[in-house]
């Protein structure tokens, strides 16, 4: 009972954190809305001087956030399960920097179309981040298994290979090196309607197919041979989560660029209030999370107003002082 009361106090917790979130992003900025004002203009129909501002600039970017942040930790908690190791998340396979080469190579090379509403970049970040999963993968795999160390150390090899390419490009490109930069660092200045339809349809069900293998990501983290016995399929439960994951991934960074950390962090905040079960563990970290990218978004856009600090910037400092910590806890 007192264990049912904890759970149902931690979700309230995060669920009146993301709701005082949402409503402190969409007032605070270059332009104030009071809370009052938000309401009138978002469940009262009425217009004001501000309804442009946050129909069309803040309200979309804000939900943004939120399904990115959620998607982002729902991702790190579940690679962290399937590799038994709490320093991963999306970077460690290269899936973040196969995004990334997919970026910039479509701004180097200028190609230009559209799909949904989400240009050429994003689709390109997207292809990069599948294509960087199949091959650390196959990299990895060897006689239809695959060893967790090889899988980390082809990831690892493959995320510094492609950053060498970027760095490579953006040296050959100074003209578009503004724009390389700020995509690589993660921004969502560029939020539109459209992205975030398409960011819900594609994360959302993630999310829940994650969630839906809670069970058997929890009897992985007892050991392979332990699930083997259980009646696992190991092998085709790390290839099934995996591809969820980079279709995840492959969503975030196609809509918002690069944004690291934020898998590593919420997951670990979770664990340690909530426990191990990944029944409570995914869906607590996705709402932890999407508080978190909230507020950093918030904090980057208003601190040094009128500069913009990107959103992946925000993160990084917020994640590398815990990545340290989590790095000394661990030994």
């Known amino acids: 009972m ?27 900025g270059a332009v104030r809305i009071p809370a009052a004002e938000f309401i009138d203009i978002l469940f009262r129909g009425i217009q004001t001087e501000h309804s442009t501002i946050l129909l069309q600039i803040r309200l979309p970017r804000v939900l943004l956030c939120l399904v990115i942040g959620a998607g982002l930790a729902a991702v790190g908690t579940v690679m962290q399960g399937i590799f038994k190791n709490p320093l991963v998340d999306s970077y460690t396979l290269g899936m973040s920097s196969g995004a ?11 190609i230009s179309f559209s799909i949904g509403g989400v240009s050429t970049t994003g689709v390109f970040a997207f292809i990069g981040a599948v294509s960087t999963l199949f091959l650390v993968y196959n990299l990895a795999k060897r006689k239809n298994a695959m060893s967790v160390n090889s899988l980390l150390l082809a990831g690892v090899a493959v995320s510094y290979f492609l950053s060498a390419i970027i760095s ?27 992205k ?26 007892m050991g392979d041979e332990s699930a083997q016995y259980l009646g696992i399929d190991v092998e085709k439960l790390k290839r099934v989560l995996l591809v969820i ?15 690291g950390f934020l898998g590593l962090v919420a997951p670990h905040i979770i664990r340690l209030i909530a426990g191990s079960d990944n029944k409570k563990v995914i869906p607590y970290s996705a709402l932890l999370g999407a508080v978190l990218l909230i507020a950093s978004d918030t904090v980057g856009r208003t601190i040094i107003q009128p500069v913009e600090i990107p ?14 910590f989590l790095l000394r806890k661990q030994r």
Request: net charge neutral.
């Open 100 to 110: 990334a080469l997919g970026a910039v190579i479509s701004i180097v090379t200028g």
């Open 196 to 221: 975030v339809v398409i960011s819900y349809i594609i994360i959302i069900p993630g999310i829940l197919a994650l969630l839906f293998y809670a069970r058997e990501l929890n009897i992985l983290t």
């Open 245 to 259: 994951c980079c279709i995840i991934v492959g969503a975030v960074v196609s809509v918002s660029g690069t944004i």
């Open 168 to 194: 490579f490009l953006m040296l050959l490109n100074q003209d578009n090196l503004q724009h390389i930069v700020f995509w690589t660092m993660g921004s969502l200045s560029l939020t539109s309607w459209s």
């Open 2 to 28: 007192n264990n049912t009361i904890k759970n149902y106090s931690i979700f309230i917790i995060l669920l009146a954190g993301l709701v005082i979130a949402i409503i402190m992003a969409v007032g605070f």
């Open 311 to 324: 959103v992946g910037v925000m993160t990084s400092i917020m994640g590398g002082p815990f990545f340290i």
